[in-house]
Nanobody, 127 residues
Framework: QVQLVESGGGLVQAGASLRLSCAYSGRTFTSYIMGWFRQAPGKEREFVVGISWSGGRTKIVDSMKGRFTISRDDAKNTVYLQMNVLKPEDTAVYYC????????????????????WGQGTQVTVST
């Protein structure tokens, strides 16, 4: 059994920053890819950013480049999403996800490629 638990969401004003955390526990894998997705009300779940096992490769949506950064601390089995200069359109439930099947490849943007998911954390950005 694998558990992913997100934390760090909340209500902030536009321009503020938040750091989301995703703690991974349970069955352990020797290597895996981690990703962050988000889903706004009435919209499909969309890829935000992903990081490879070694941390050497990341993939991020163009619209978030320069504002969002992903990092991982494998000693703590935790991945982070640093979000700066938040905008109202960033309002969504943010999910972390683990892909154990495609290690060695760049992080996928497809949610179907990820094997395990957290329960999500709400981020609300007000004007």
């Amino acid at each position: 059994q694998v558990q992913l638990v997100e934390s760090g969401g909340g209500l902030v004003q536009a321009g503020a920053s938040l750091r989301l955390s995703c703690a991974y526990s349970g069955r352990t894998f020797t290597s895996y890819i981690m990703g962050w997705f988000r889903q706004a009300p009435g919209k499909e779940r969309e890829f935000v950013v992903g990081i490879s096992w070694s941390g050497g490769r990341t993939k991020i949506v163009d619209s978030m480049k320069g504002r969002f950064t992903i990092s991982r601390d494998d000693a703590k089995n935790t991945v982070y999403l640093q979000m700066n200069v938040l905008k109202p359109e960033d309002t969504a439930v943010y999910y972390c996800a683990l892909d154990r099947s495609n290690v060695g490849q760049a992080p996928s943007k497809l949610w179907s490629e990820y094997d395990y998911w957290g329960q999500g954390t709400q981020v609300t950005v007000s004007t």
